[in-house]
Every structure is written in C-alpha cells, then in structure tokens.
C-alpha cells in the first residue's frame, strides 16, 4: 500500500476508513507515478481555448476518449496549432483532479499522428484556399527580366543560403537582401510569414532597398519538417505578396502549399536563384548575336538600295544632252516667234482695211436714224390723242342720272331678300326651332340608332343650345331606338 494512505480509526471490522481527501490524493500520486510521460494518439475534439491562456480538449478513438489540458505556459512549445478532428500523438502525463473525481492528460508537446493525418490536413486546406482562389493562374504575376535586388527568406545557417549567392555569383551578381527566419519547428511559420509581410511593405524610400523579386527557401527534409510552408498563415502571405515570390521548398519531389500560391515554383533553391537572373555571359553572347544580325540586316537594306539607286540612275537620260535639245528648240522657237509677230500683225490689219471700206459713212448712218426717229414721233403723238377723245366719249356714255340709280338698287334689295328667304326656309336651324334636335358623337352626325352602343356618349343641340347624353338601354316597345339619360 502506498504510503501515502493513512489508516482512519479502527472500525467495527477489518476494513480501514478513508478521507475524500485522502483517496483523490492517492488516487492522483499512483496516477503520476504510473503514467509520469506518455504518448496518447487520438483524434482532438471539444477544443476550447480560454482567455486565461489554458487549452482544454478530449482526445478519442473509436472505442474511448480522455480529457486533456495544455497548461498557458506549454502552448508555445507544443510543436503544432491544436485544432477539432486533427488526428495527434500527444505526449504529457496523466493527473486526477480531486474536486471533481475525474483524469486528464496534462499534454507538454504535441505531434501529427503520422503522414496520413498530416497529408489529409495539407489537403483539406488545400481545397479550401482554392475555392477561395489563391491559386488561380490569373493571379500569378512574370518575373523580371533582370532585376537590381532579390530578396530572400530563408536560414541564416546552411547550404541553402550559399547554394542562392553561389548560383547568383556566378550568373549574374546581384544585390542580395537576405531575411533570415527559422524553416522548421516551433515559430516557424509566424517568422516566414512575418518575412513575406515585410518584404512586401517596403515601398523603396528608405535606407533598405525594396526587392523585385522574393525566394523563400529551405532544403529538403521530412512532411513534418517542411510543415512551416504548409501554414495557412504563411500560404495567405504568399498569394498577398506584392512582390513577384519564388518558392523553393525542399527537393524536386517535395510540395508544399506554398508552392501553389507562389508566383513561380523552383525544384530546388539553386533553380530558385537560376529563374530569377539570366546567365551573363549568355545574355553578352545573345545581345551580340542580335546586334550582328541588325548590322547584317542594315547592311543588306544598304546594298538593296545602293542596287536600287543604281538602277535608277542607269535609266535616266543624258542631262547634257537633254539640256542641249531643250536650248535648240528654244532657240527654233524664238526664230519662228520673231518671224510670225509681224506677219500677224501685217494680217490683221490688211483684215481691218477690208471691213473699213465696206462700212458705210457715219453721216449717212445718222441721218436714216434721224429721219426714222422723226417718223416714230409723229404716229405716237397722233395715237395719244385718237385714244384720249375715245376713253372721253365712254365717259360721256356711263354718265347716268342719279333716279333710274336709286330703283335699280331697289329692285336688287327686293330680289336679295327673296333668295334670303328661301335660305332661312331650308336652314339647319329653322328645323331645331321646330322641335327637332341634332345627334352627334364624337363630333360626327348621328344617321341611325344601331350606329349607337350602351354607354356612349353623344351631344344632342336644340335650337337654343346643347347639352350632353349617355346612350341608355332600349326600351321594350320600340328597341329600335336608343334612350338618351341625361
């Protein structure tokens, strides 16, 4: 018996007598002293994570479960971020709690439980932040062609660092700006992140330099080693970097999700360093190349159109002889010019004499004019007073005496006022005076009831006016015709 149990006061019988106290104390020291470091694998479930810092959960399997408690001061060390349904190895001691009767597991580090539990983590997170889509290929951005600083995040300590500054000596020196972070363990994933973020703030203004290109790289190593670059956080960073990102995480077969959200994907961080610049001497040789092909491509335009040139002026004509022919026919011209003035000039006065001697002279021409003129004179002014003495005798014949004027008017008035009569006899209005009364609908006459319907509305005008009516139903003596309600 441990001895820790302390007999009560003897009893009636054999059987010794207890304290509570006693037997949860016990209880709890054959506890720690059995089970004082074990390694628990279960599924986690209840997590819970209270404000003062303790984490209390339940590990199970398919036929059992244990509560368990991470205590504030281990959550930093537990190696993982606890979370429901993550299958673990959980490793602790196992500790009663008196007050309430009951056993926990006191967990001091945690681990995934295998690669199976890990791979399914990686996975499930996987499909989520693609359905988010922080792999889409629109989303990846092209490297530059050369750029001044490269950025790296990565250890401070071994070959990876001095495989990238190797790989860049040798192609193309660049300036380096090196982070250095923790690639695996506890923290790791807050560093690499904390990295990213940082590289990705720079705006260039300040003494460090803003890089044109990120790597984030680490070697090779086991699935729970390269766990760090699988962290949601440190994924999330990656896809927000506003820098172009080349991850080059483990060897040539190992993936991480960081690789899916980066912007290229290295095998290897010397593939890293190879993608990001371009070898020097290969790129010397390739602007050679191309600077000799554009002097070649010059020269040949040159001589196609020396050659064109050359044609163009073996088909032109002798300038000198052509000069030659023009100042002859200048000169035959002047010849020819010289002579025909005066020729035309000699014709065309020759011409003007001929006219002159066939034109009459200009007092016979004035004297018919005259003598026509006179002529005219006279008949219009015999005209004027034959057509004056006829408009004075047919005014002498209309003068009329005023008597045979007033019973002409007389006979004209009795006359209008007949056909006046006879007017008002067939007016619209002499009929309405009558008692009868005119049917218009929409501004047309009325002619017949069947044009007529139920409900329509019509304008009846009477001899003194008009007023307006609703076409009514028919009565029963006479359905031929409508009745008007007003």
Known sequence: MDEGFAA?????????????????????????????????????????????????????????????????????????????????????????????????????????????????????????????????????????????????????????????????????????????????????????????????????????????????????????????FNDESVVRAAAACTIPLISAVGHETDTTLIDFASDRRAPTPTAAAEMAVPVRSELLADLEHRGARALGALSRLMQTARLRLDRAAAALPDLPSLLQTARMQLDDRGRRLDNALPNFVHKQRSALVAVERHMPSVETLLSTRRTRLALLGSSLQSGLRHSVQMREARLGRLRISPAPLAALVRERRVALAGIGGQLEAVSPQAVLARGYALVTAGGQPVTSAKALKLGEDVTLTFGDGSRDAVIGRKKAKDKAQGLLDF
């Open 8 to 228: 009560g006061a003897p009893s009636a019988g054999n059987v010794p007598e207890y304290t509570v106290s006693e037997i949860s104390g016990a209880i709890r020291r054959t506890l720690e002293g059995s089970f004082s470091c074990v390694r628990v694998r279960g599924e986690i479930t209840e997590f819970k994570r209270y404000p003062s810092g303790h984490i209390y959960f339940s590990l199970k399997d398919e036929r059992g479960k244990i509560a368990g408690v991470v205590w504030r001061g281990s959550v930093s060390r537990l190696g993982l971020v606890p979370e429901n349904g993550l299958e673990i190895i959980a490793t602790g001691k196992i500790s009663a709690y008196g007050e309430r009767s009951s056993y926990q597991l006191v967990v001091e580090r945690m681990e995934y439980a295998g690669e199976g539990a890990l791979l399914a983590r990686i996975e499930r997170l996987r499909l989520k932040l693609a359905e988010e889509g922080l792999f889409d290929a629109d989303r990846k951005r092209p490297l530059p062609l050369l750029p001044n600083v490269i950025g790296v995040v990565t250890s401070a300590q071994g070959a990876v660092l001095h495989d990238i500054r190797t790989t860049l000596a040798r192609r193309f020196p660049r300036q380096l700006l090196v982070w250095p972070v923790a690639v695996q363990g506890e923290g790791a994933a807050a560093q690499v992140k904390a990295a990213i973020d940082g590289f990705s703030r720079l705006d260039g203004t300040g003494p460090v330099p803003r890089p044109d290109v990120l790597i984030v790289a680490r070697g090779g190593g086991s699935l729970e080693d390269l766990m760090a």
